[in-house]
């Protein structure tokens, strides 16, 4: 097989379809950018949760006698209760699971409630003495939450357990939902893409049914006939998949990190380290893509 001759008629093709090969282009674009943001949806999540989870305590709060609670009917803890609970907290059965512990007084909480709540009307409504007094716990296994809640949950003066890791998962739950979503669009749109390949290289090969027939007289064989072919699909669908990678780490780059990454200092983000490892995997899936979709195509339509 002439590798200039089947070069020149994929040329060729391409030039005679350029509308075709326009809306390949358009089409292998938008679903990779698809998958490229679905991809990097699930990086995100990935990276917030390593960040968070570490990060999540597990909250200790004392009774307090200003708020009404079913679990502290004698008011406010006392002073006993805090340093007993305190010592459960550097006692040597847990000092195994426990990095770090503090204590959390109402004007501490305040200030902390202050710099939440920045801007917002009910902070206005909220004095220190409303506020619980806490012990806040890191641990050096946040999975193992639970040994604390079984510990100190019982001992007098303790209002609530709480591991800030169930609030993550909601969040999480919900962002997973979205990345699901977005895959799912991403995987319509690939079948979309894949049907449009396939019917843009039957009509190319249909607007030349007299050339493939006298290739045939002379006896060109099939793997002659259909290279061209395939080669046009792959050809518009690799300009569609770099301009797919080029789309994912643009926005990496001007929203998530020239944005996203700014108003959000706490967070962390992906990089656009992370977008272009995601590029060769789009440019990939589009040469797979098209190679597949286009060979099917053309073998059916010599069939026929």
């Not at 426990?98 to 917002?120: L, M, R, T, V």
């Not at 990496?252 to 700014?262: C, D, N, R, S, W």
Request: aromatic content about 8%; charged content about 15%; overall charge positive.
């Amino acid at each position: 097989m002439r590798l200039g001759l089947v070069l020149s008629e994929a040329a060729s093709g391409l030039r005679r379809n350029l509308s075709m090969v326009v809306s390949i282009v358009l089409v292998t674009f938008v679903s990779l950018t698809f998958v490229g943001t679905a991809a990097l949806l699930q990086l995100q999540i990935g990276q917030m949760k390593n960040f968070w989870y570490d990060k999540a305590q597990v909250a200790v709060y004392l009774c307090n006698g200003e708020v009404p609670s079913t679990h502290c009917g004698n008011g406010s803890a006392t002073a006993a209760q805090i340093k007993a609970i305190g010592d459960a907290l550097h006692s040597a059965q847990l000092k195994p699971f426990i990095k770090q512990s503090y204590f959390e007084n109402h004007q501490q909480a305040y200030k902390n409630f202050e710099a939440q709540f920045k801007g917002n009307p009910v902070a206005d409504y909220v004095t220190p003495d409303l506020l619980n007094e806490a012990y806040w716990v890191n641990l050096k296994n946040p999975n193992q939450s639970a040994i604390i809640a079984e510990a100190v949950a019982g001992l007098p003066g303790v209002d609530a357990v709480t591991d800030q890791r169930r609030l993550l998962d909601q969040i999480f739950a919900v962002l997973n939902t979205a990345s699901i979503t977005a895959a799912s669009i991403a995987a319509l749109m690939l079948v979309a893409a894949a049907l449009l390949i396939s019917t843009t290289i039957r009509l190319s090969a249909f607007s030349r049914r007299r050339e493939l027939g006298i290739m045939r007289l002379v006896g060109a064989s099939n793997r002659f006939i259909q290279t061209p072919f395939i080669l046009e699909g792959v050809l518009a669908s690799l300009i569609g998949s770099v301009l797919a990678g080029l789309a994912t780490v643009g926005i990496v780059q001007f929203f998530v990190q020239g944005f996203l990454a700014q108003a959000q200092k706490d967070i962390a983000f992906v990089t656009v380290s992370d977008a272009l490892v995601v590029v060769p995997i789009l440019i990939g899936v589009g040469i797979v893509l098209a190679a597949v979709s286009a060979n099917v195509a053309i073998s059916r339509y010599l069939r026929v």
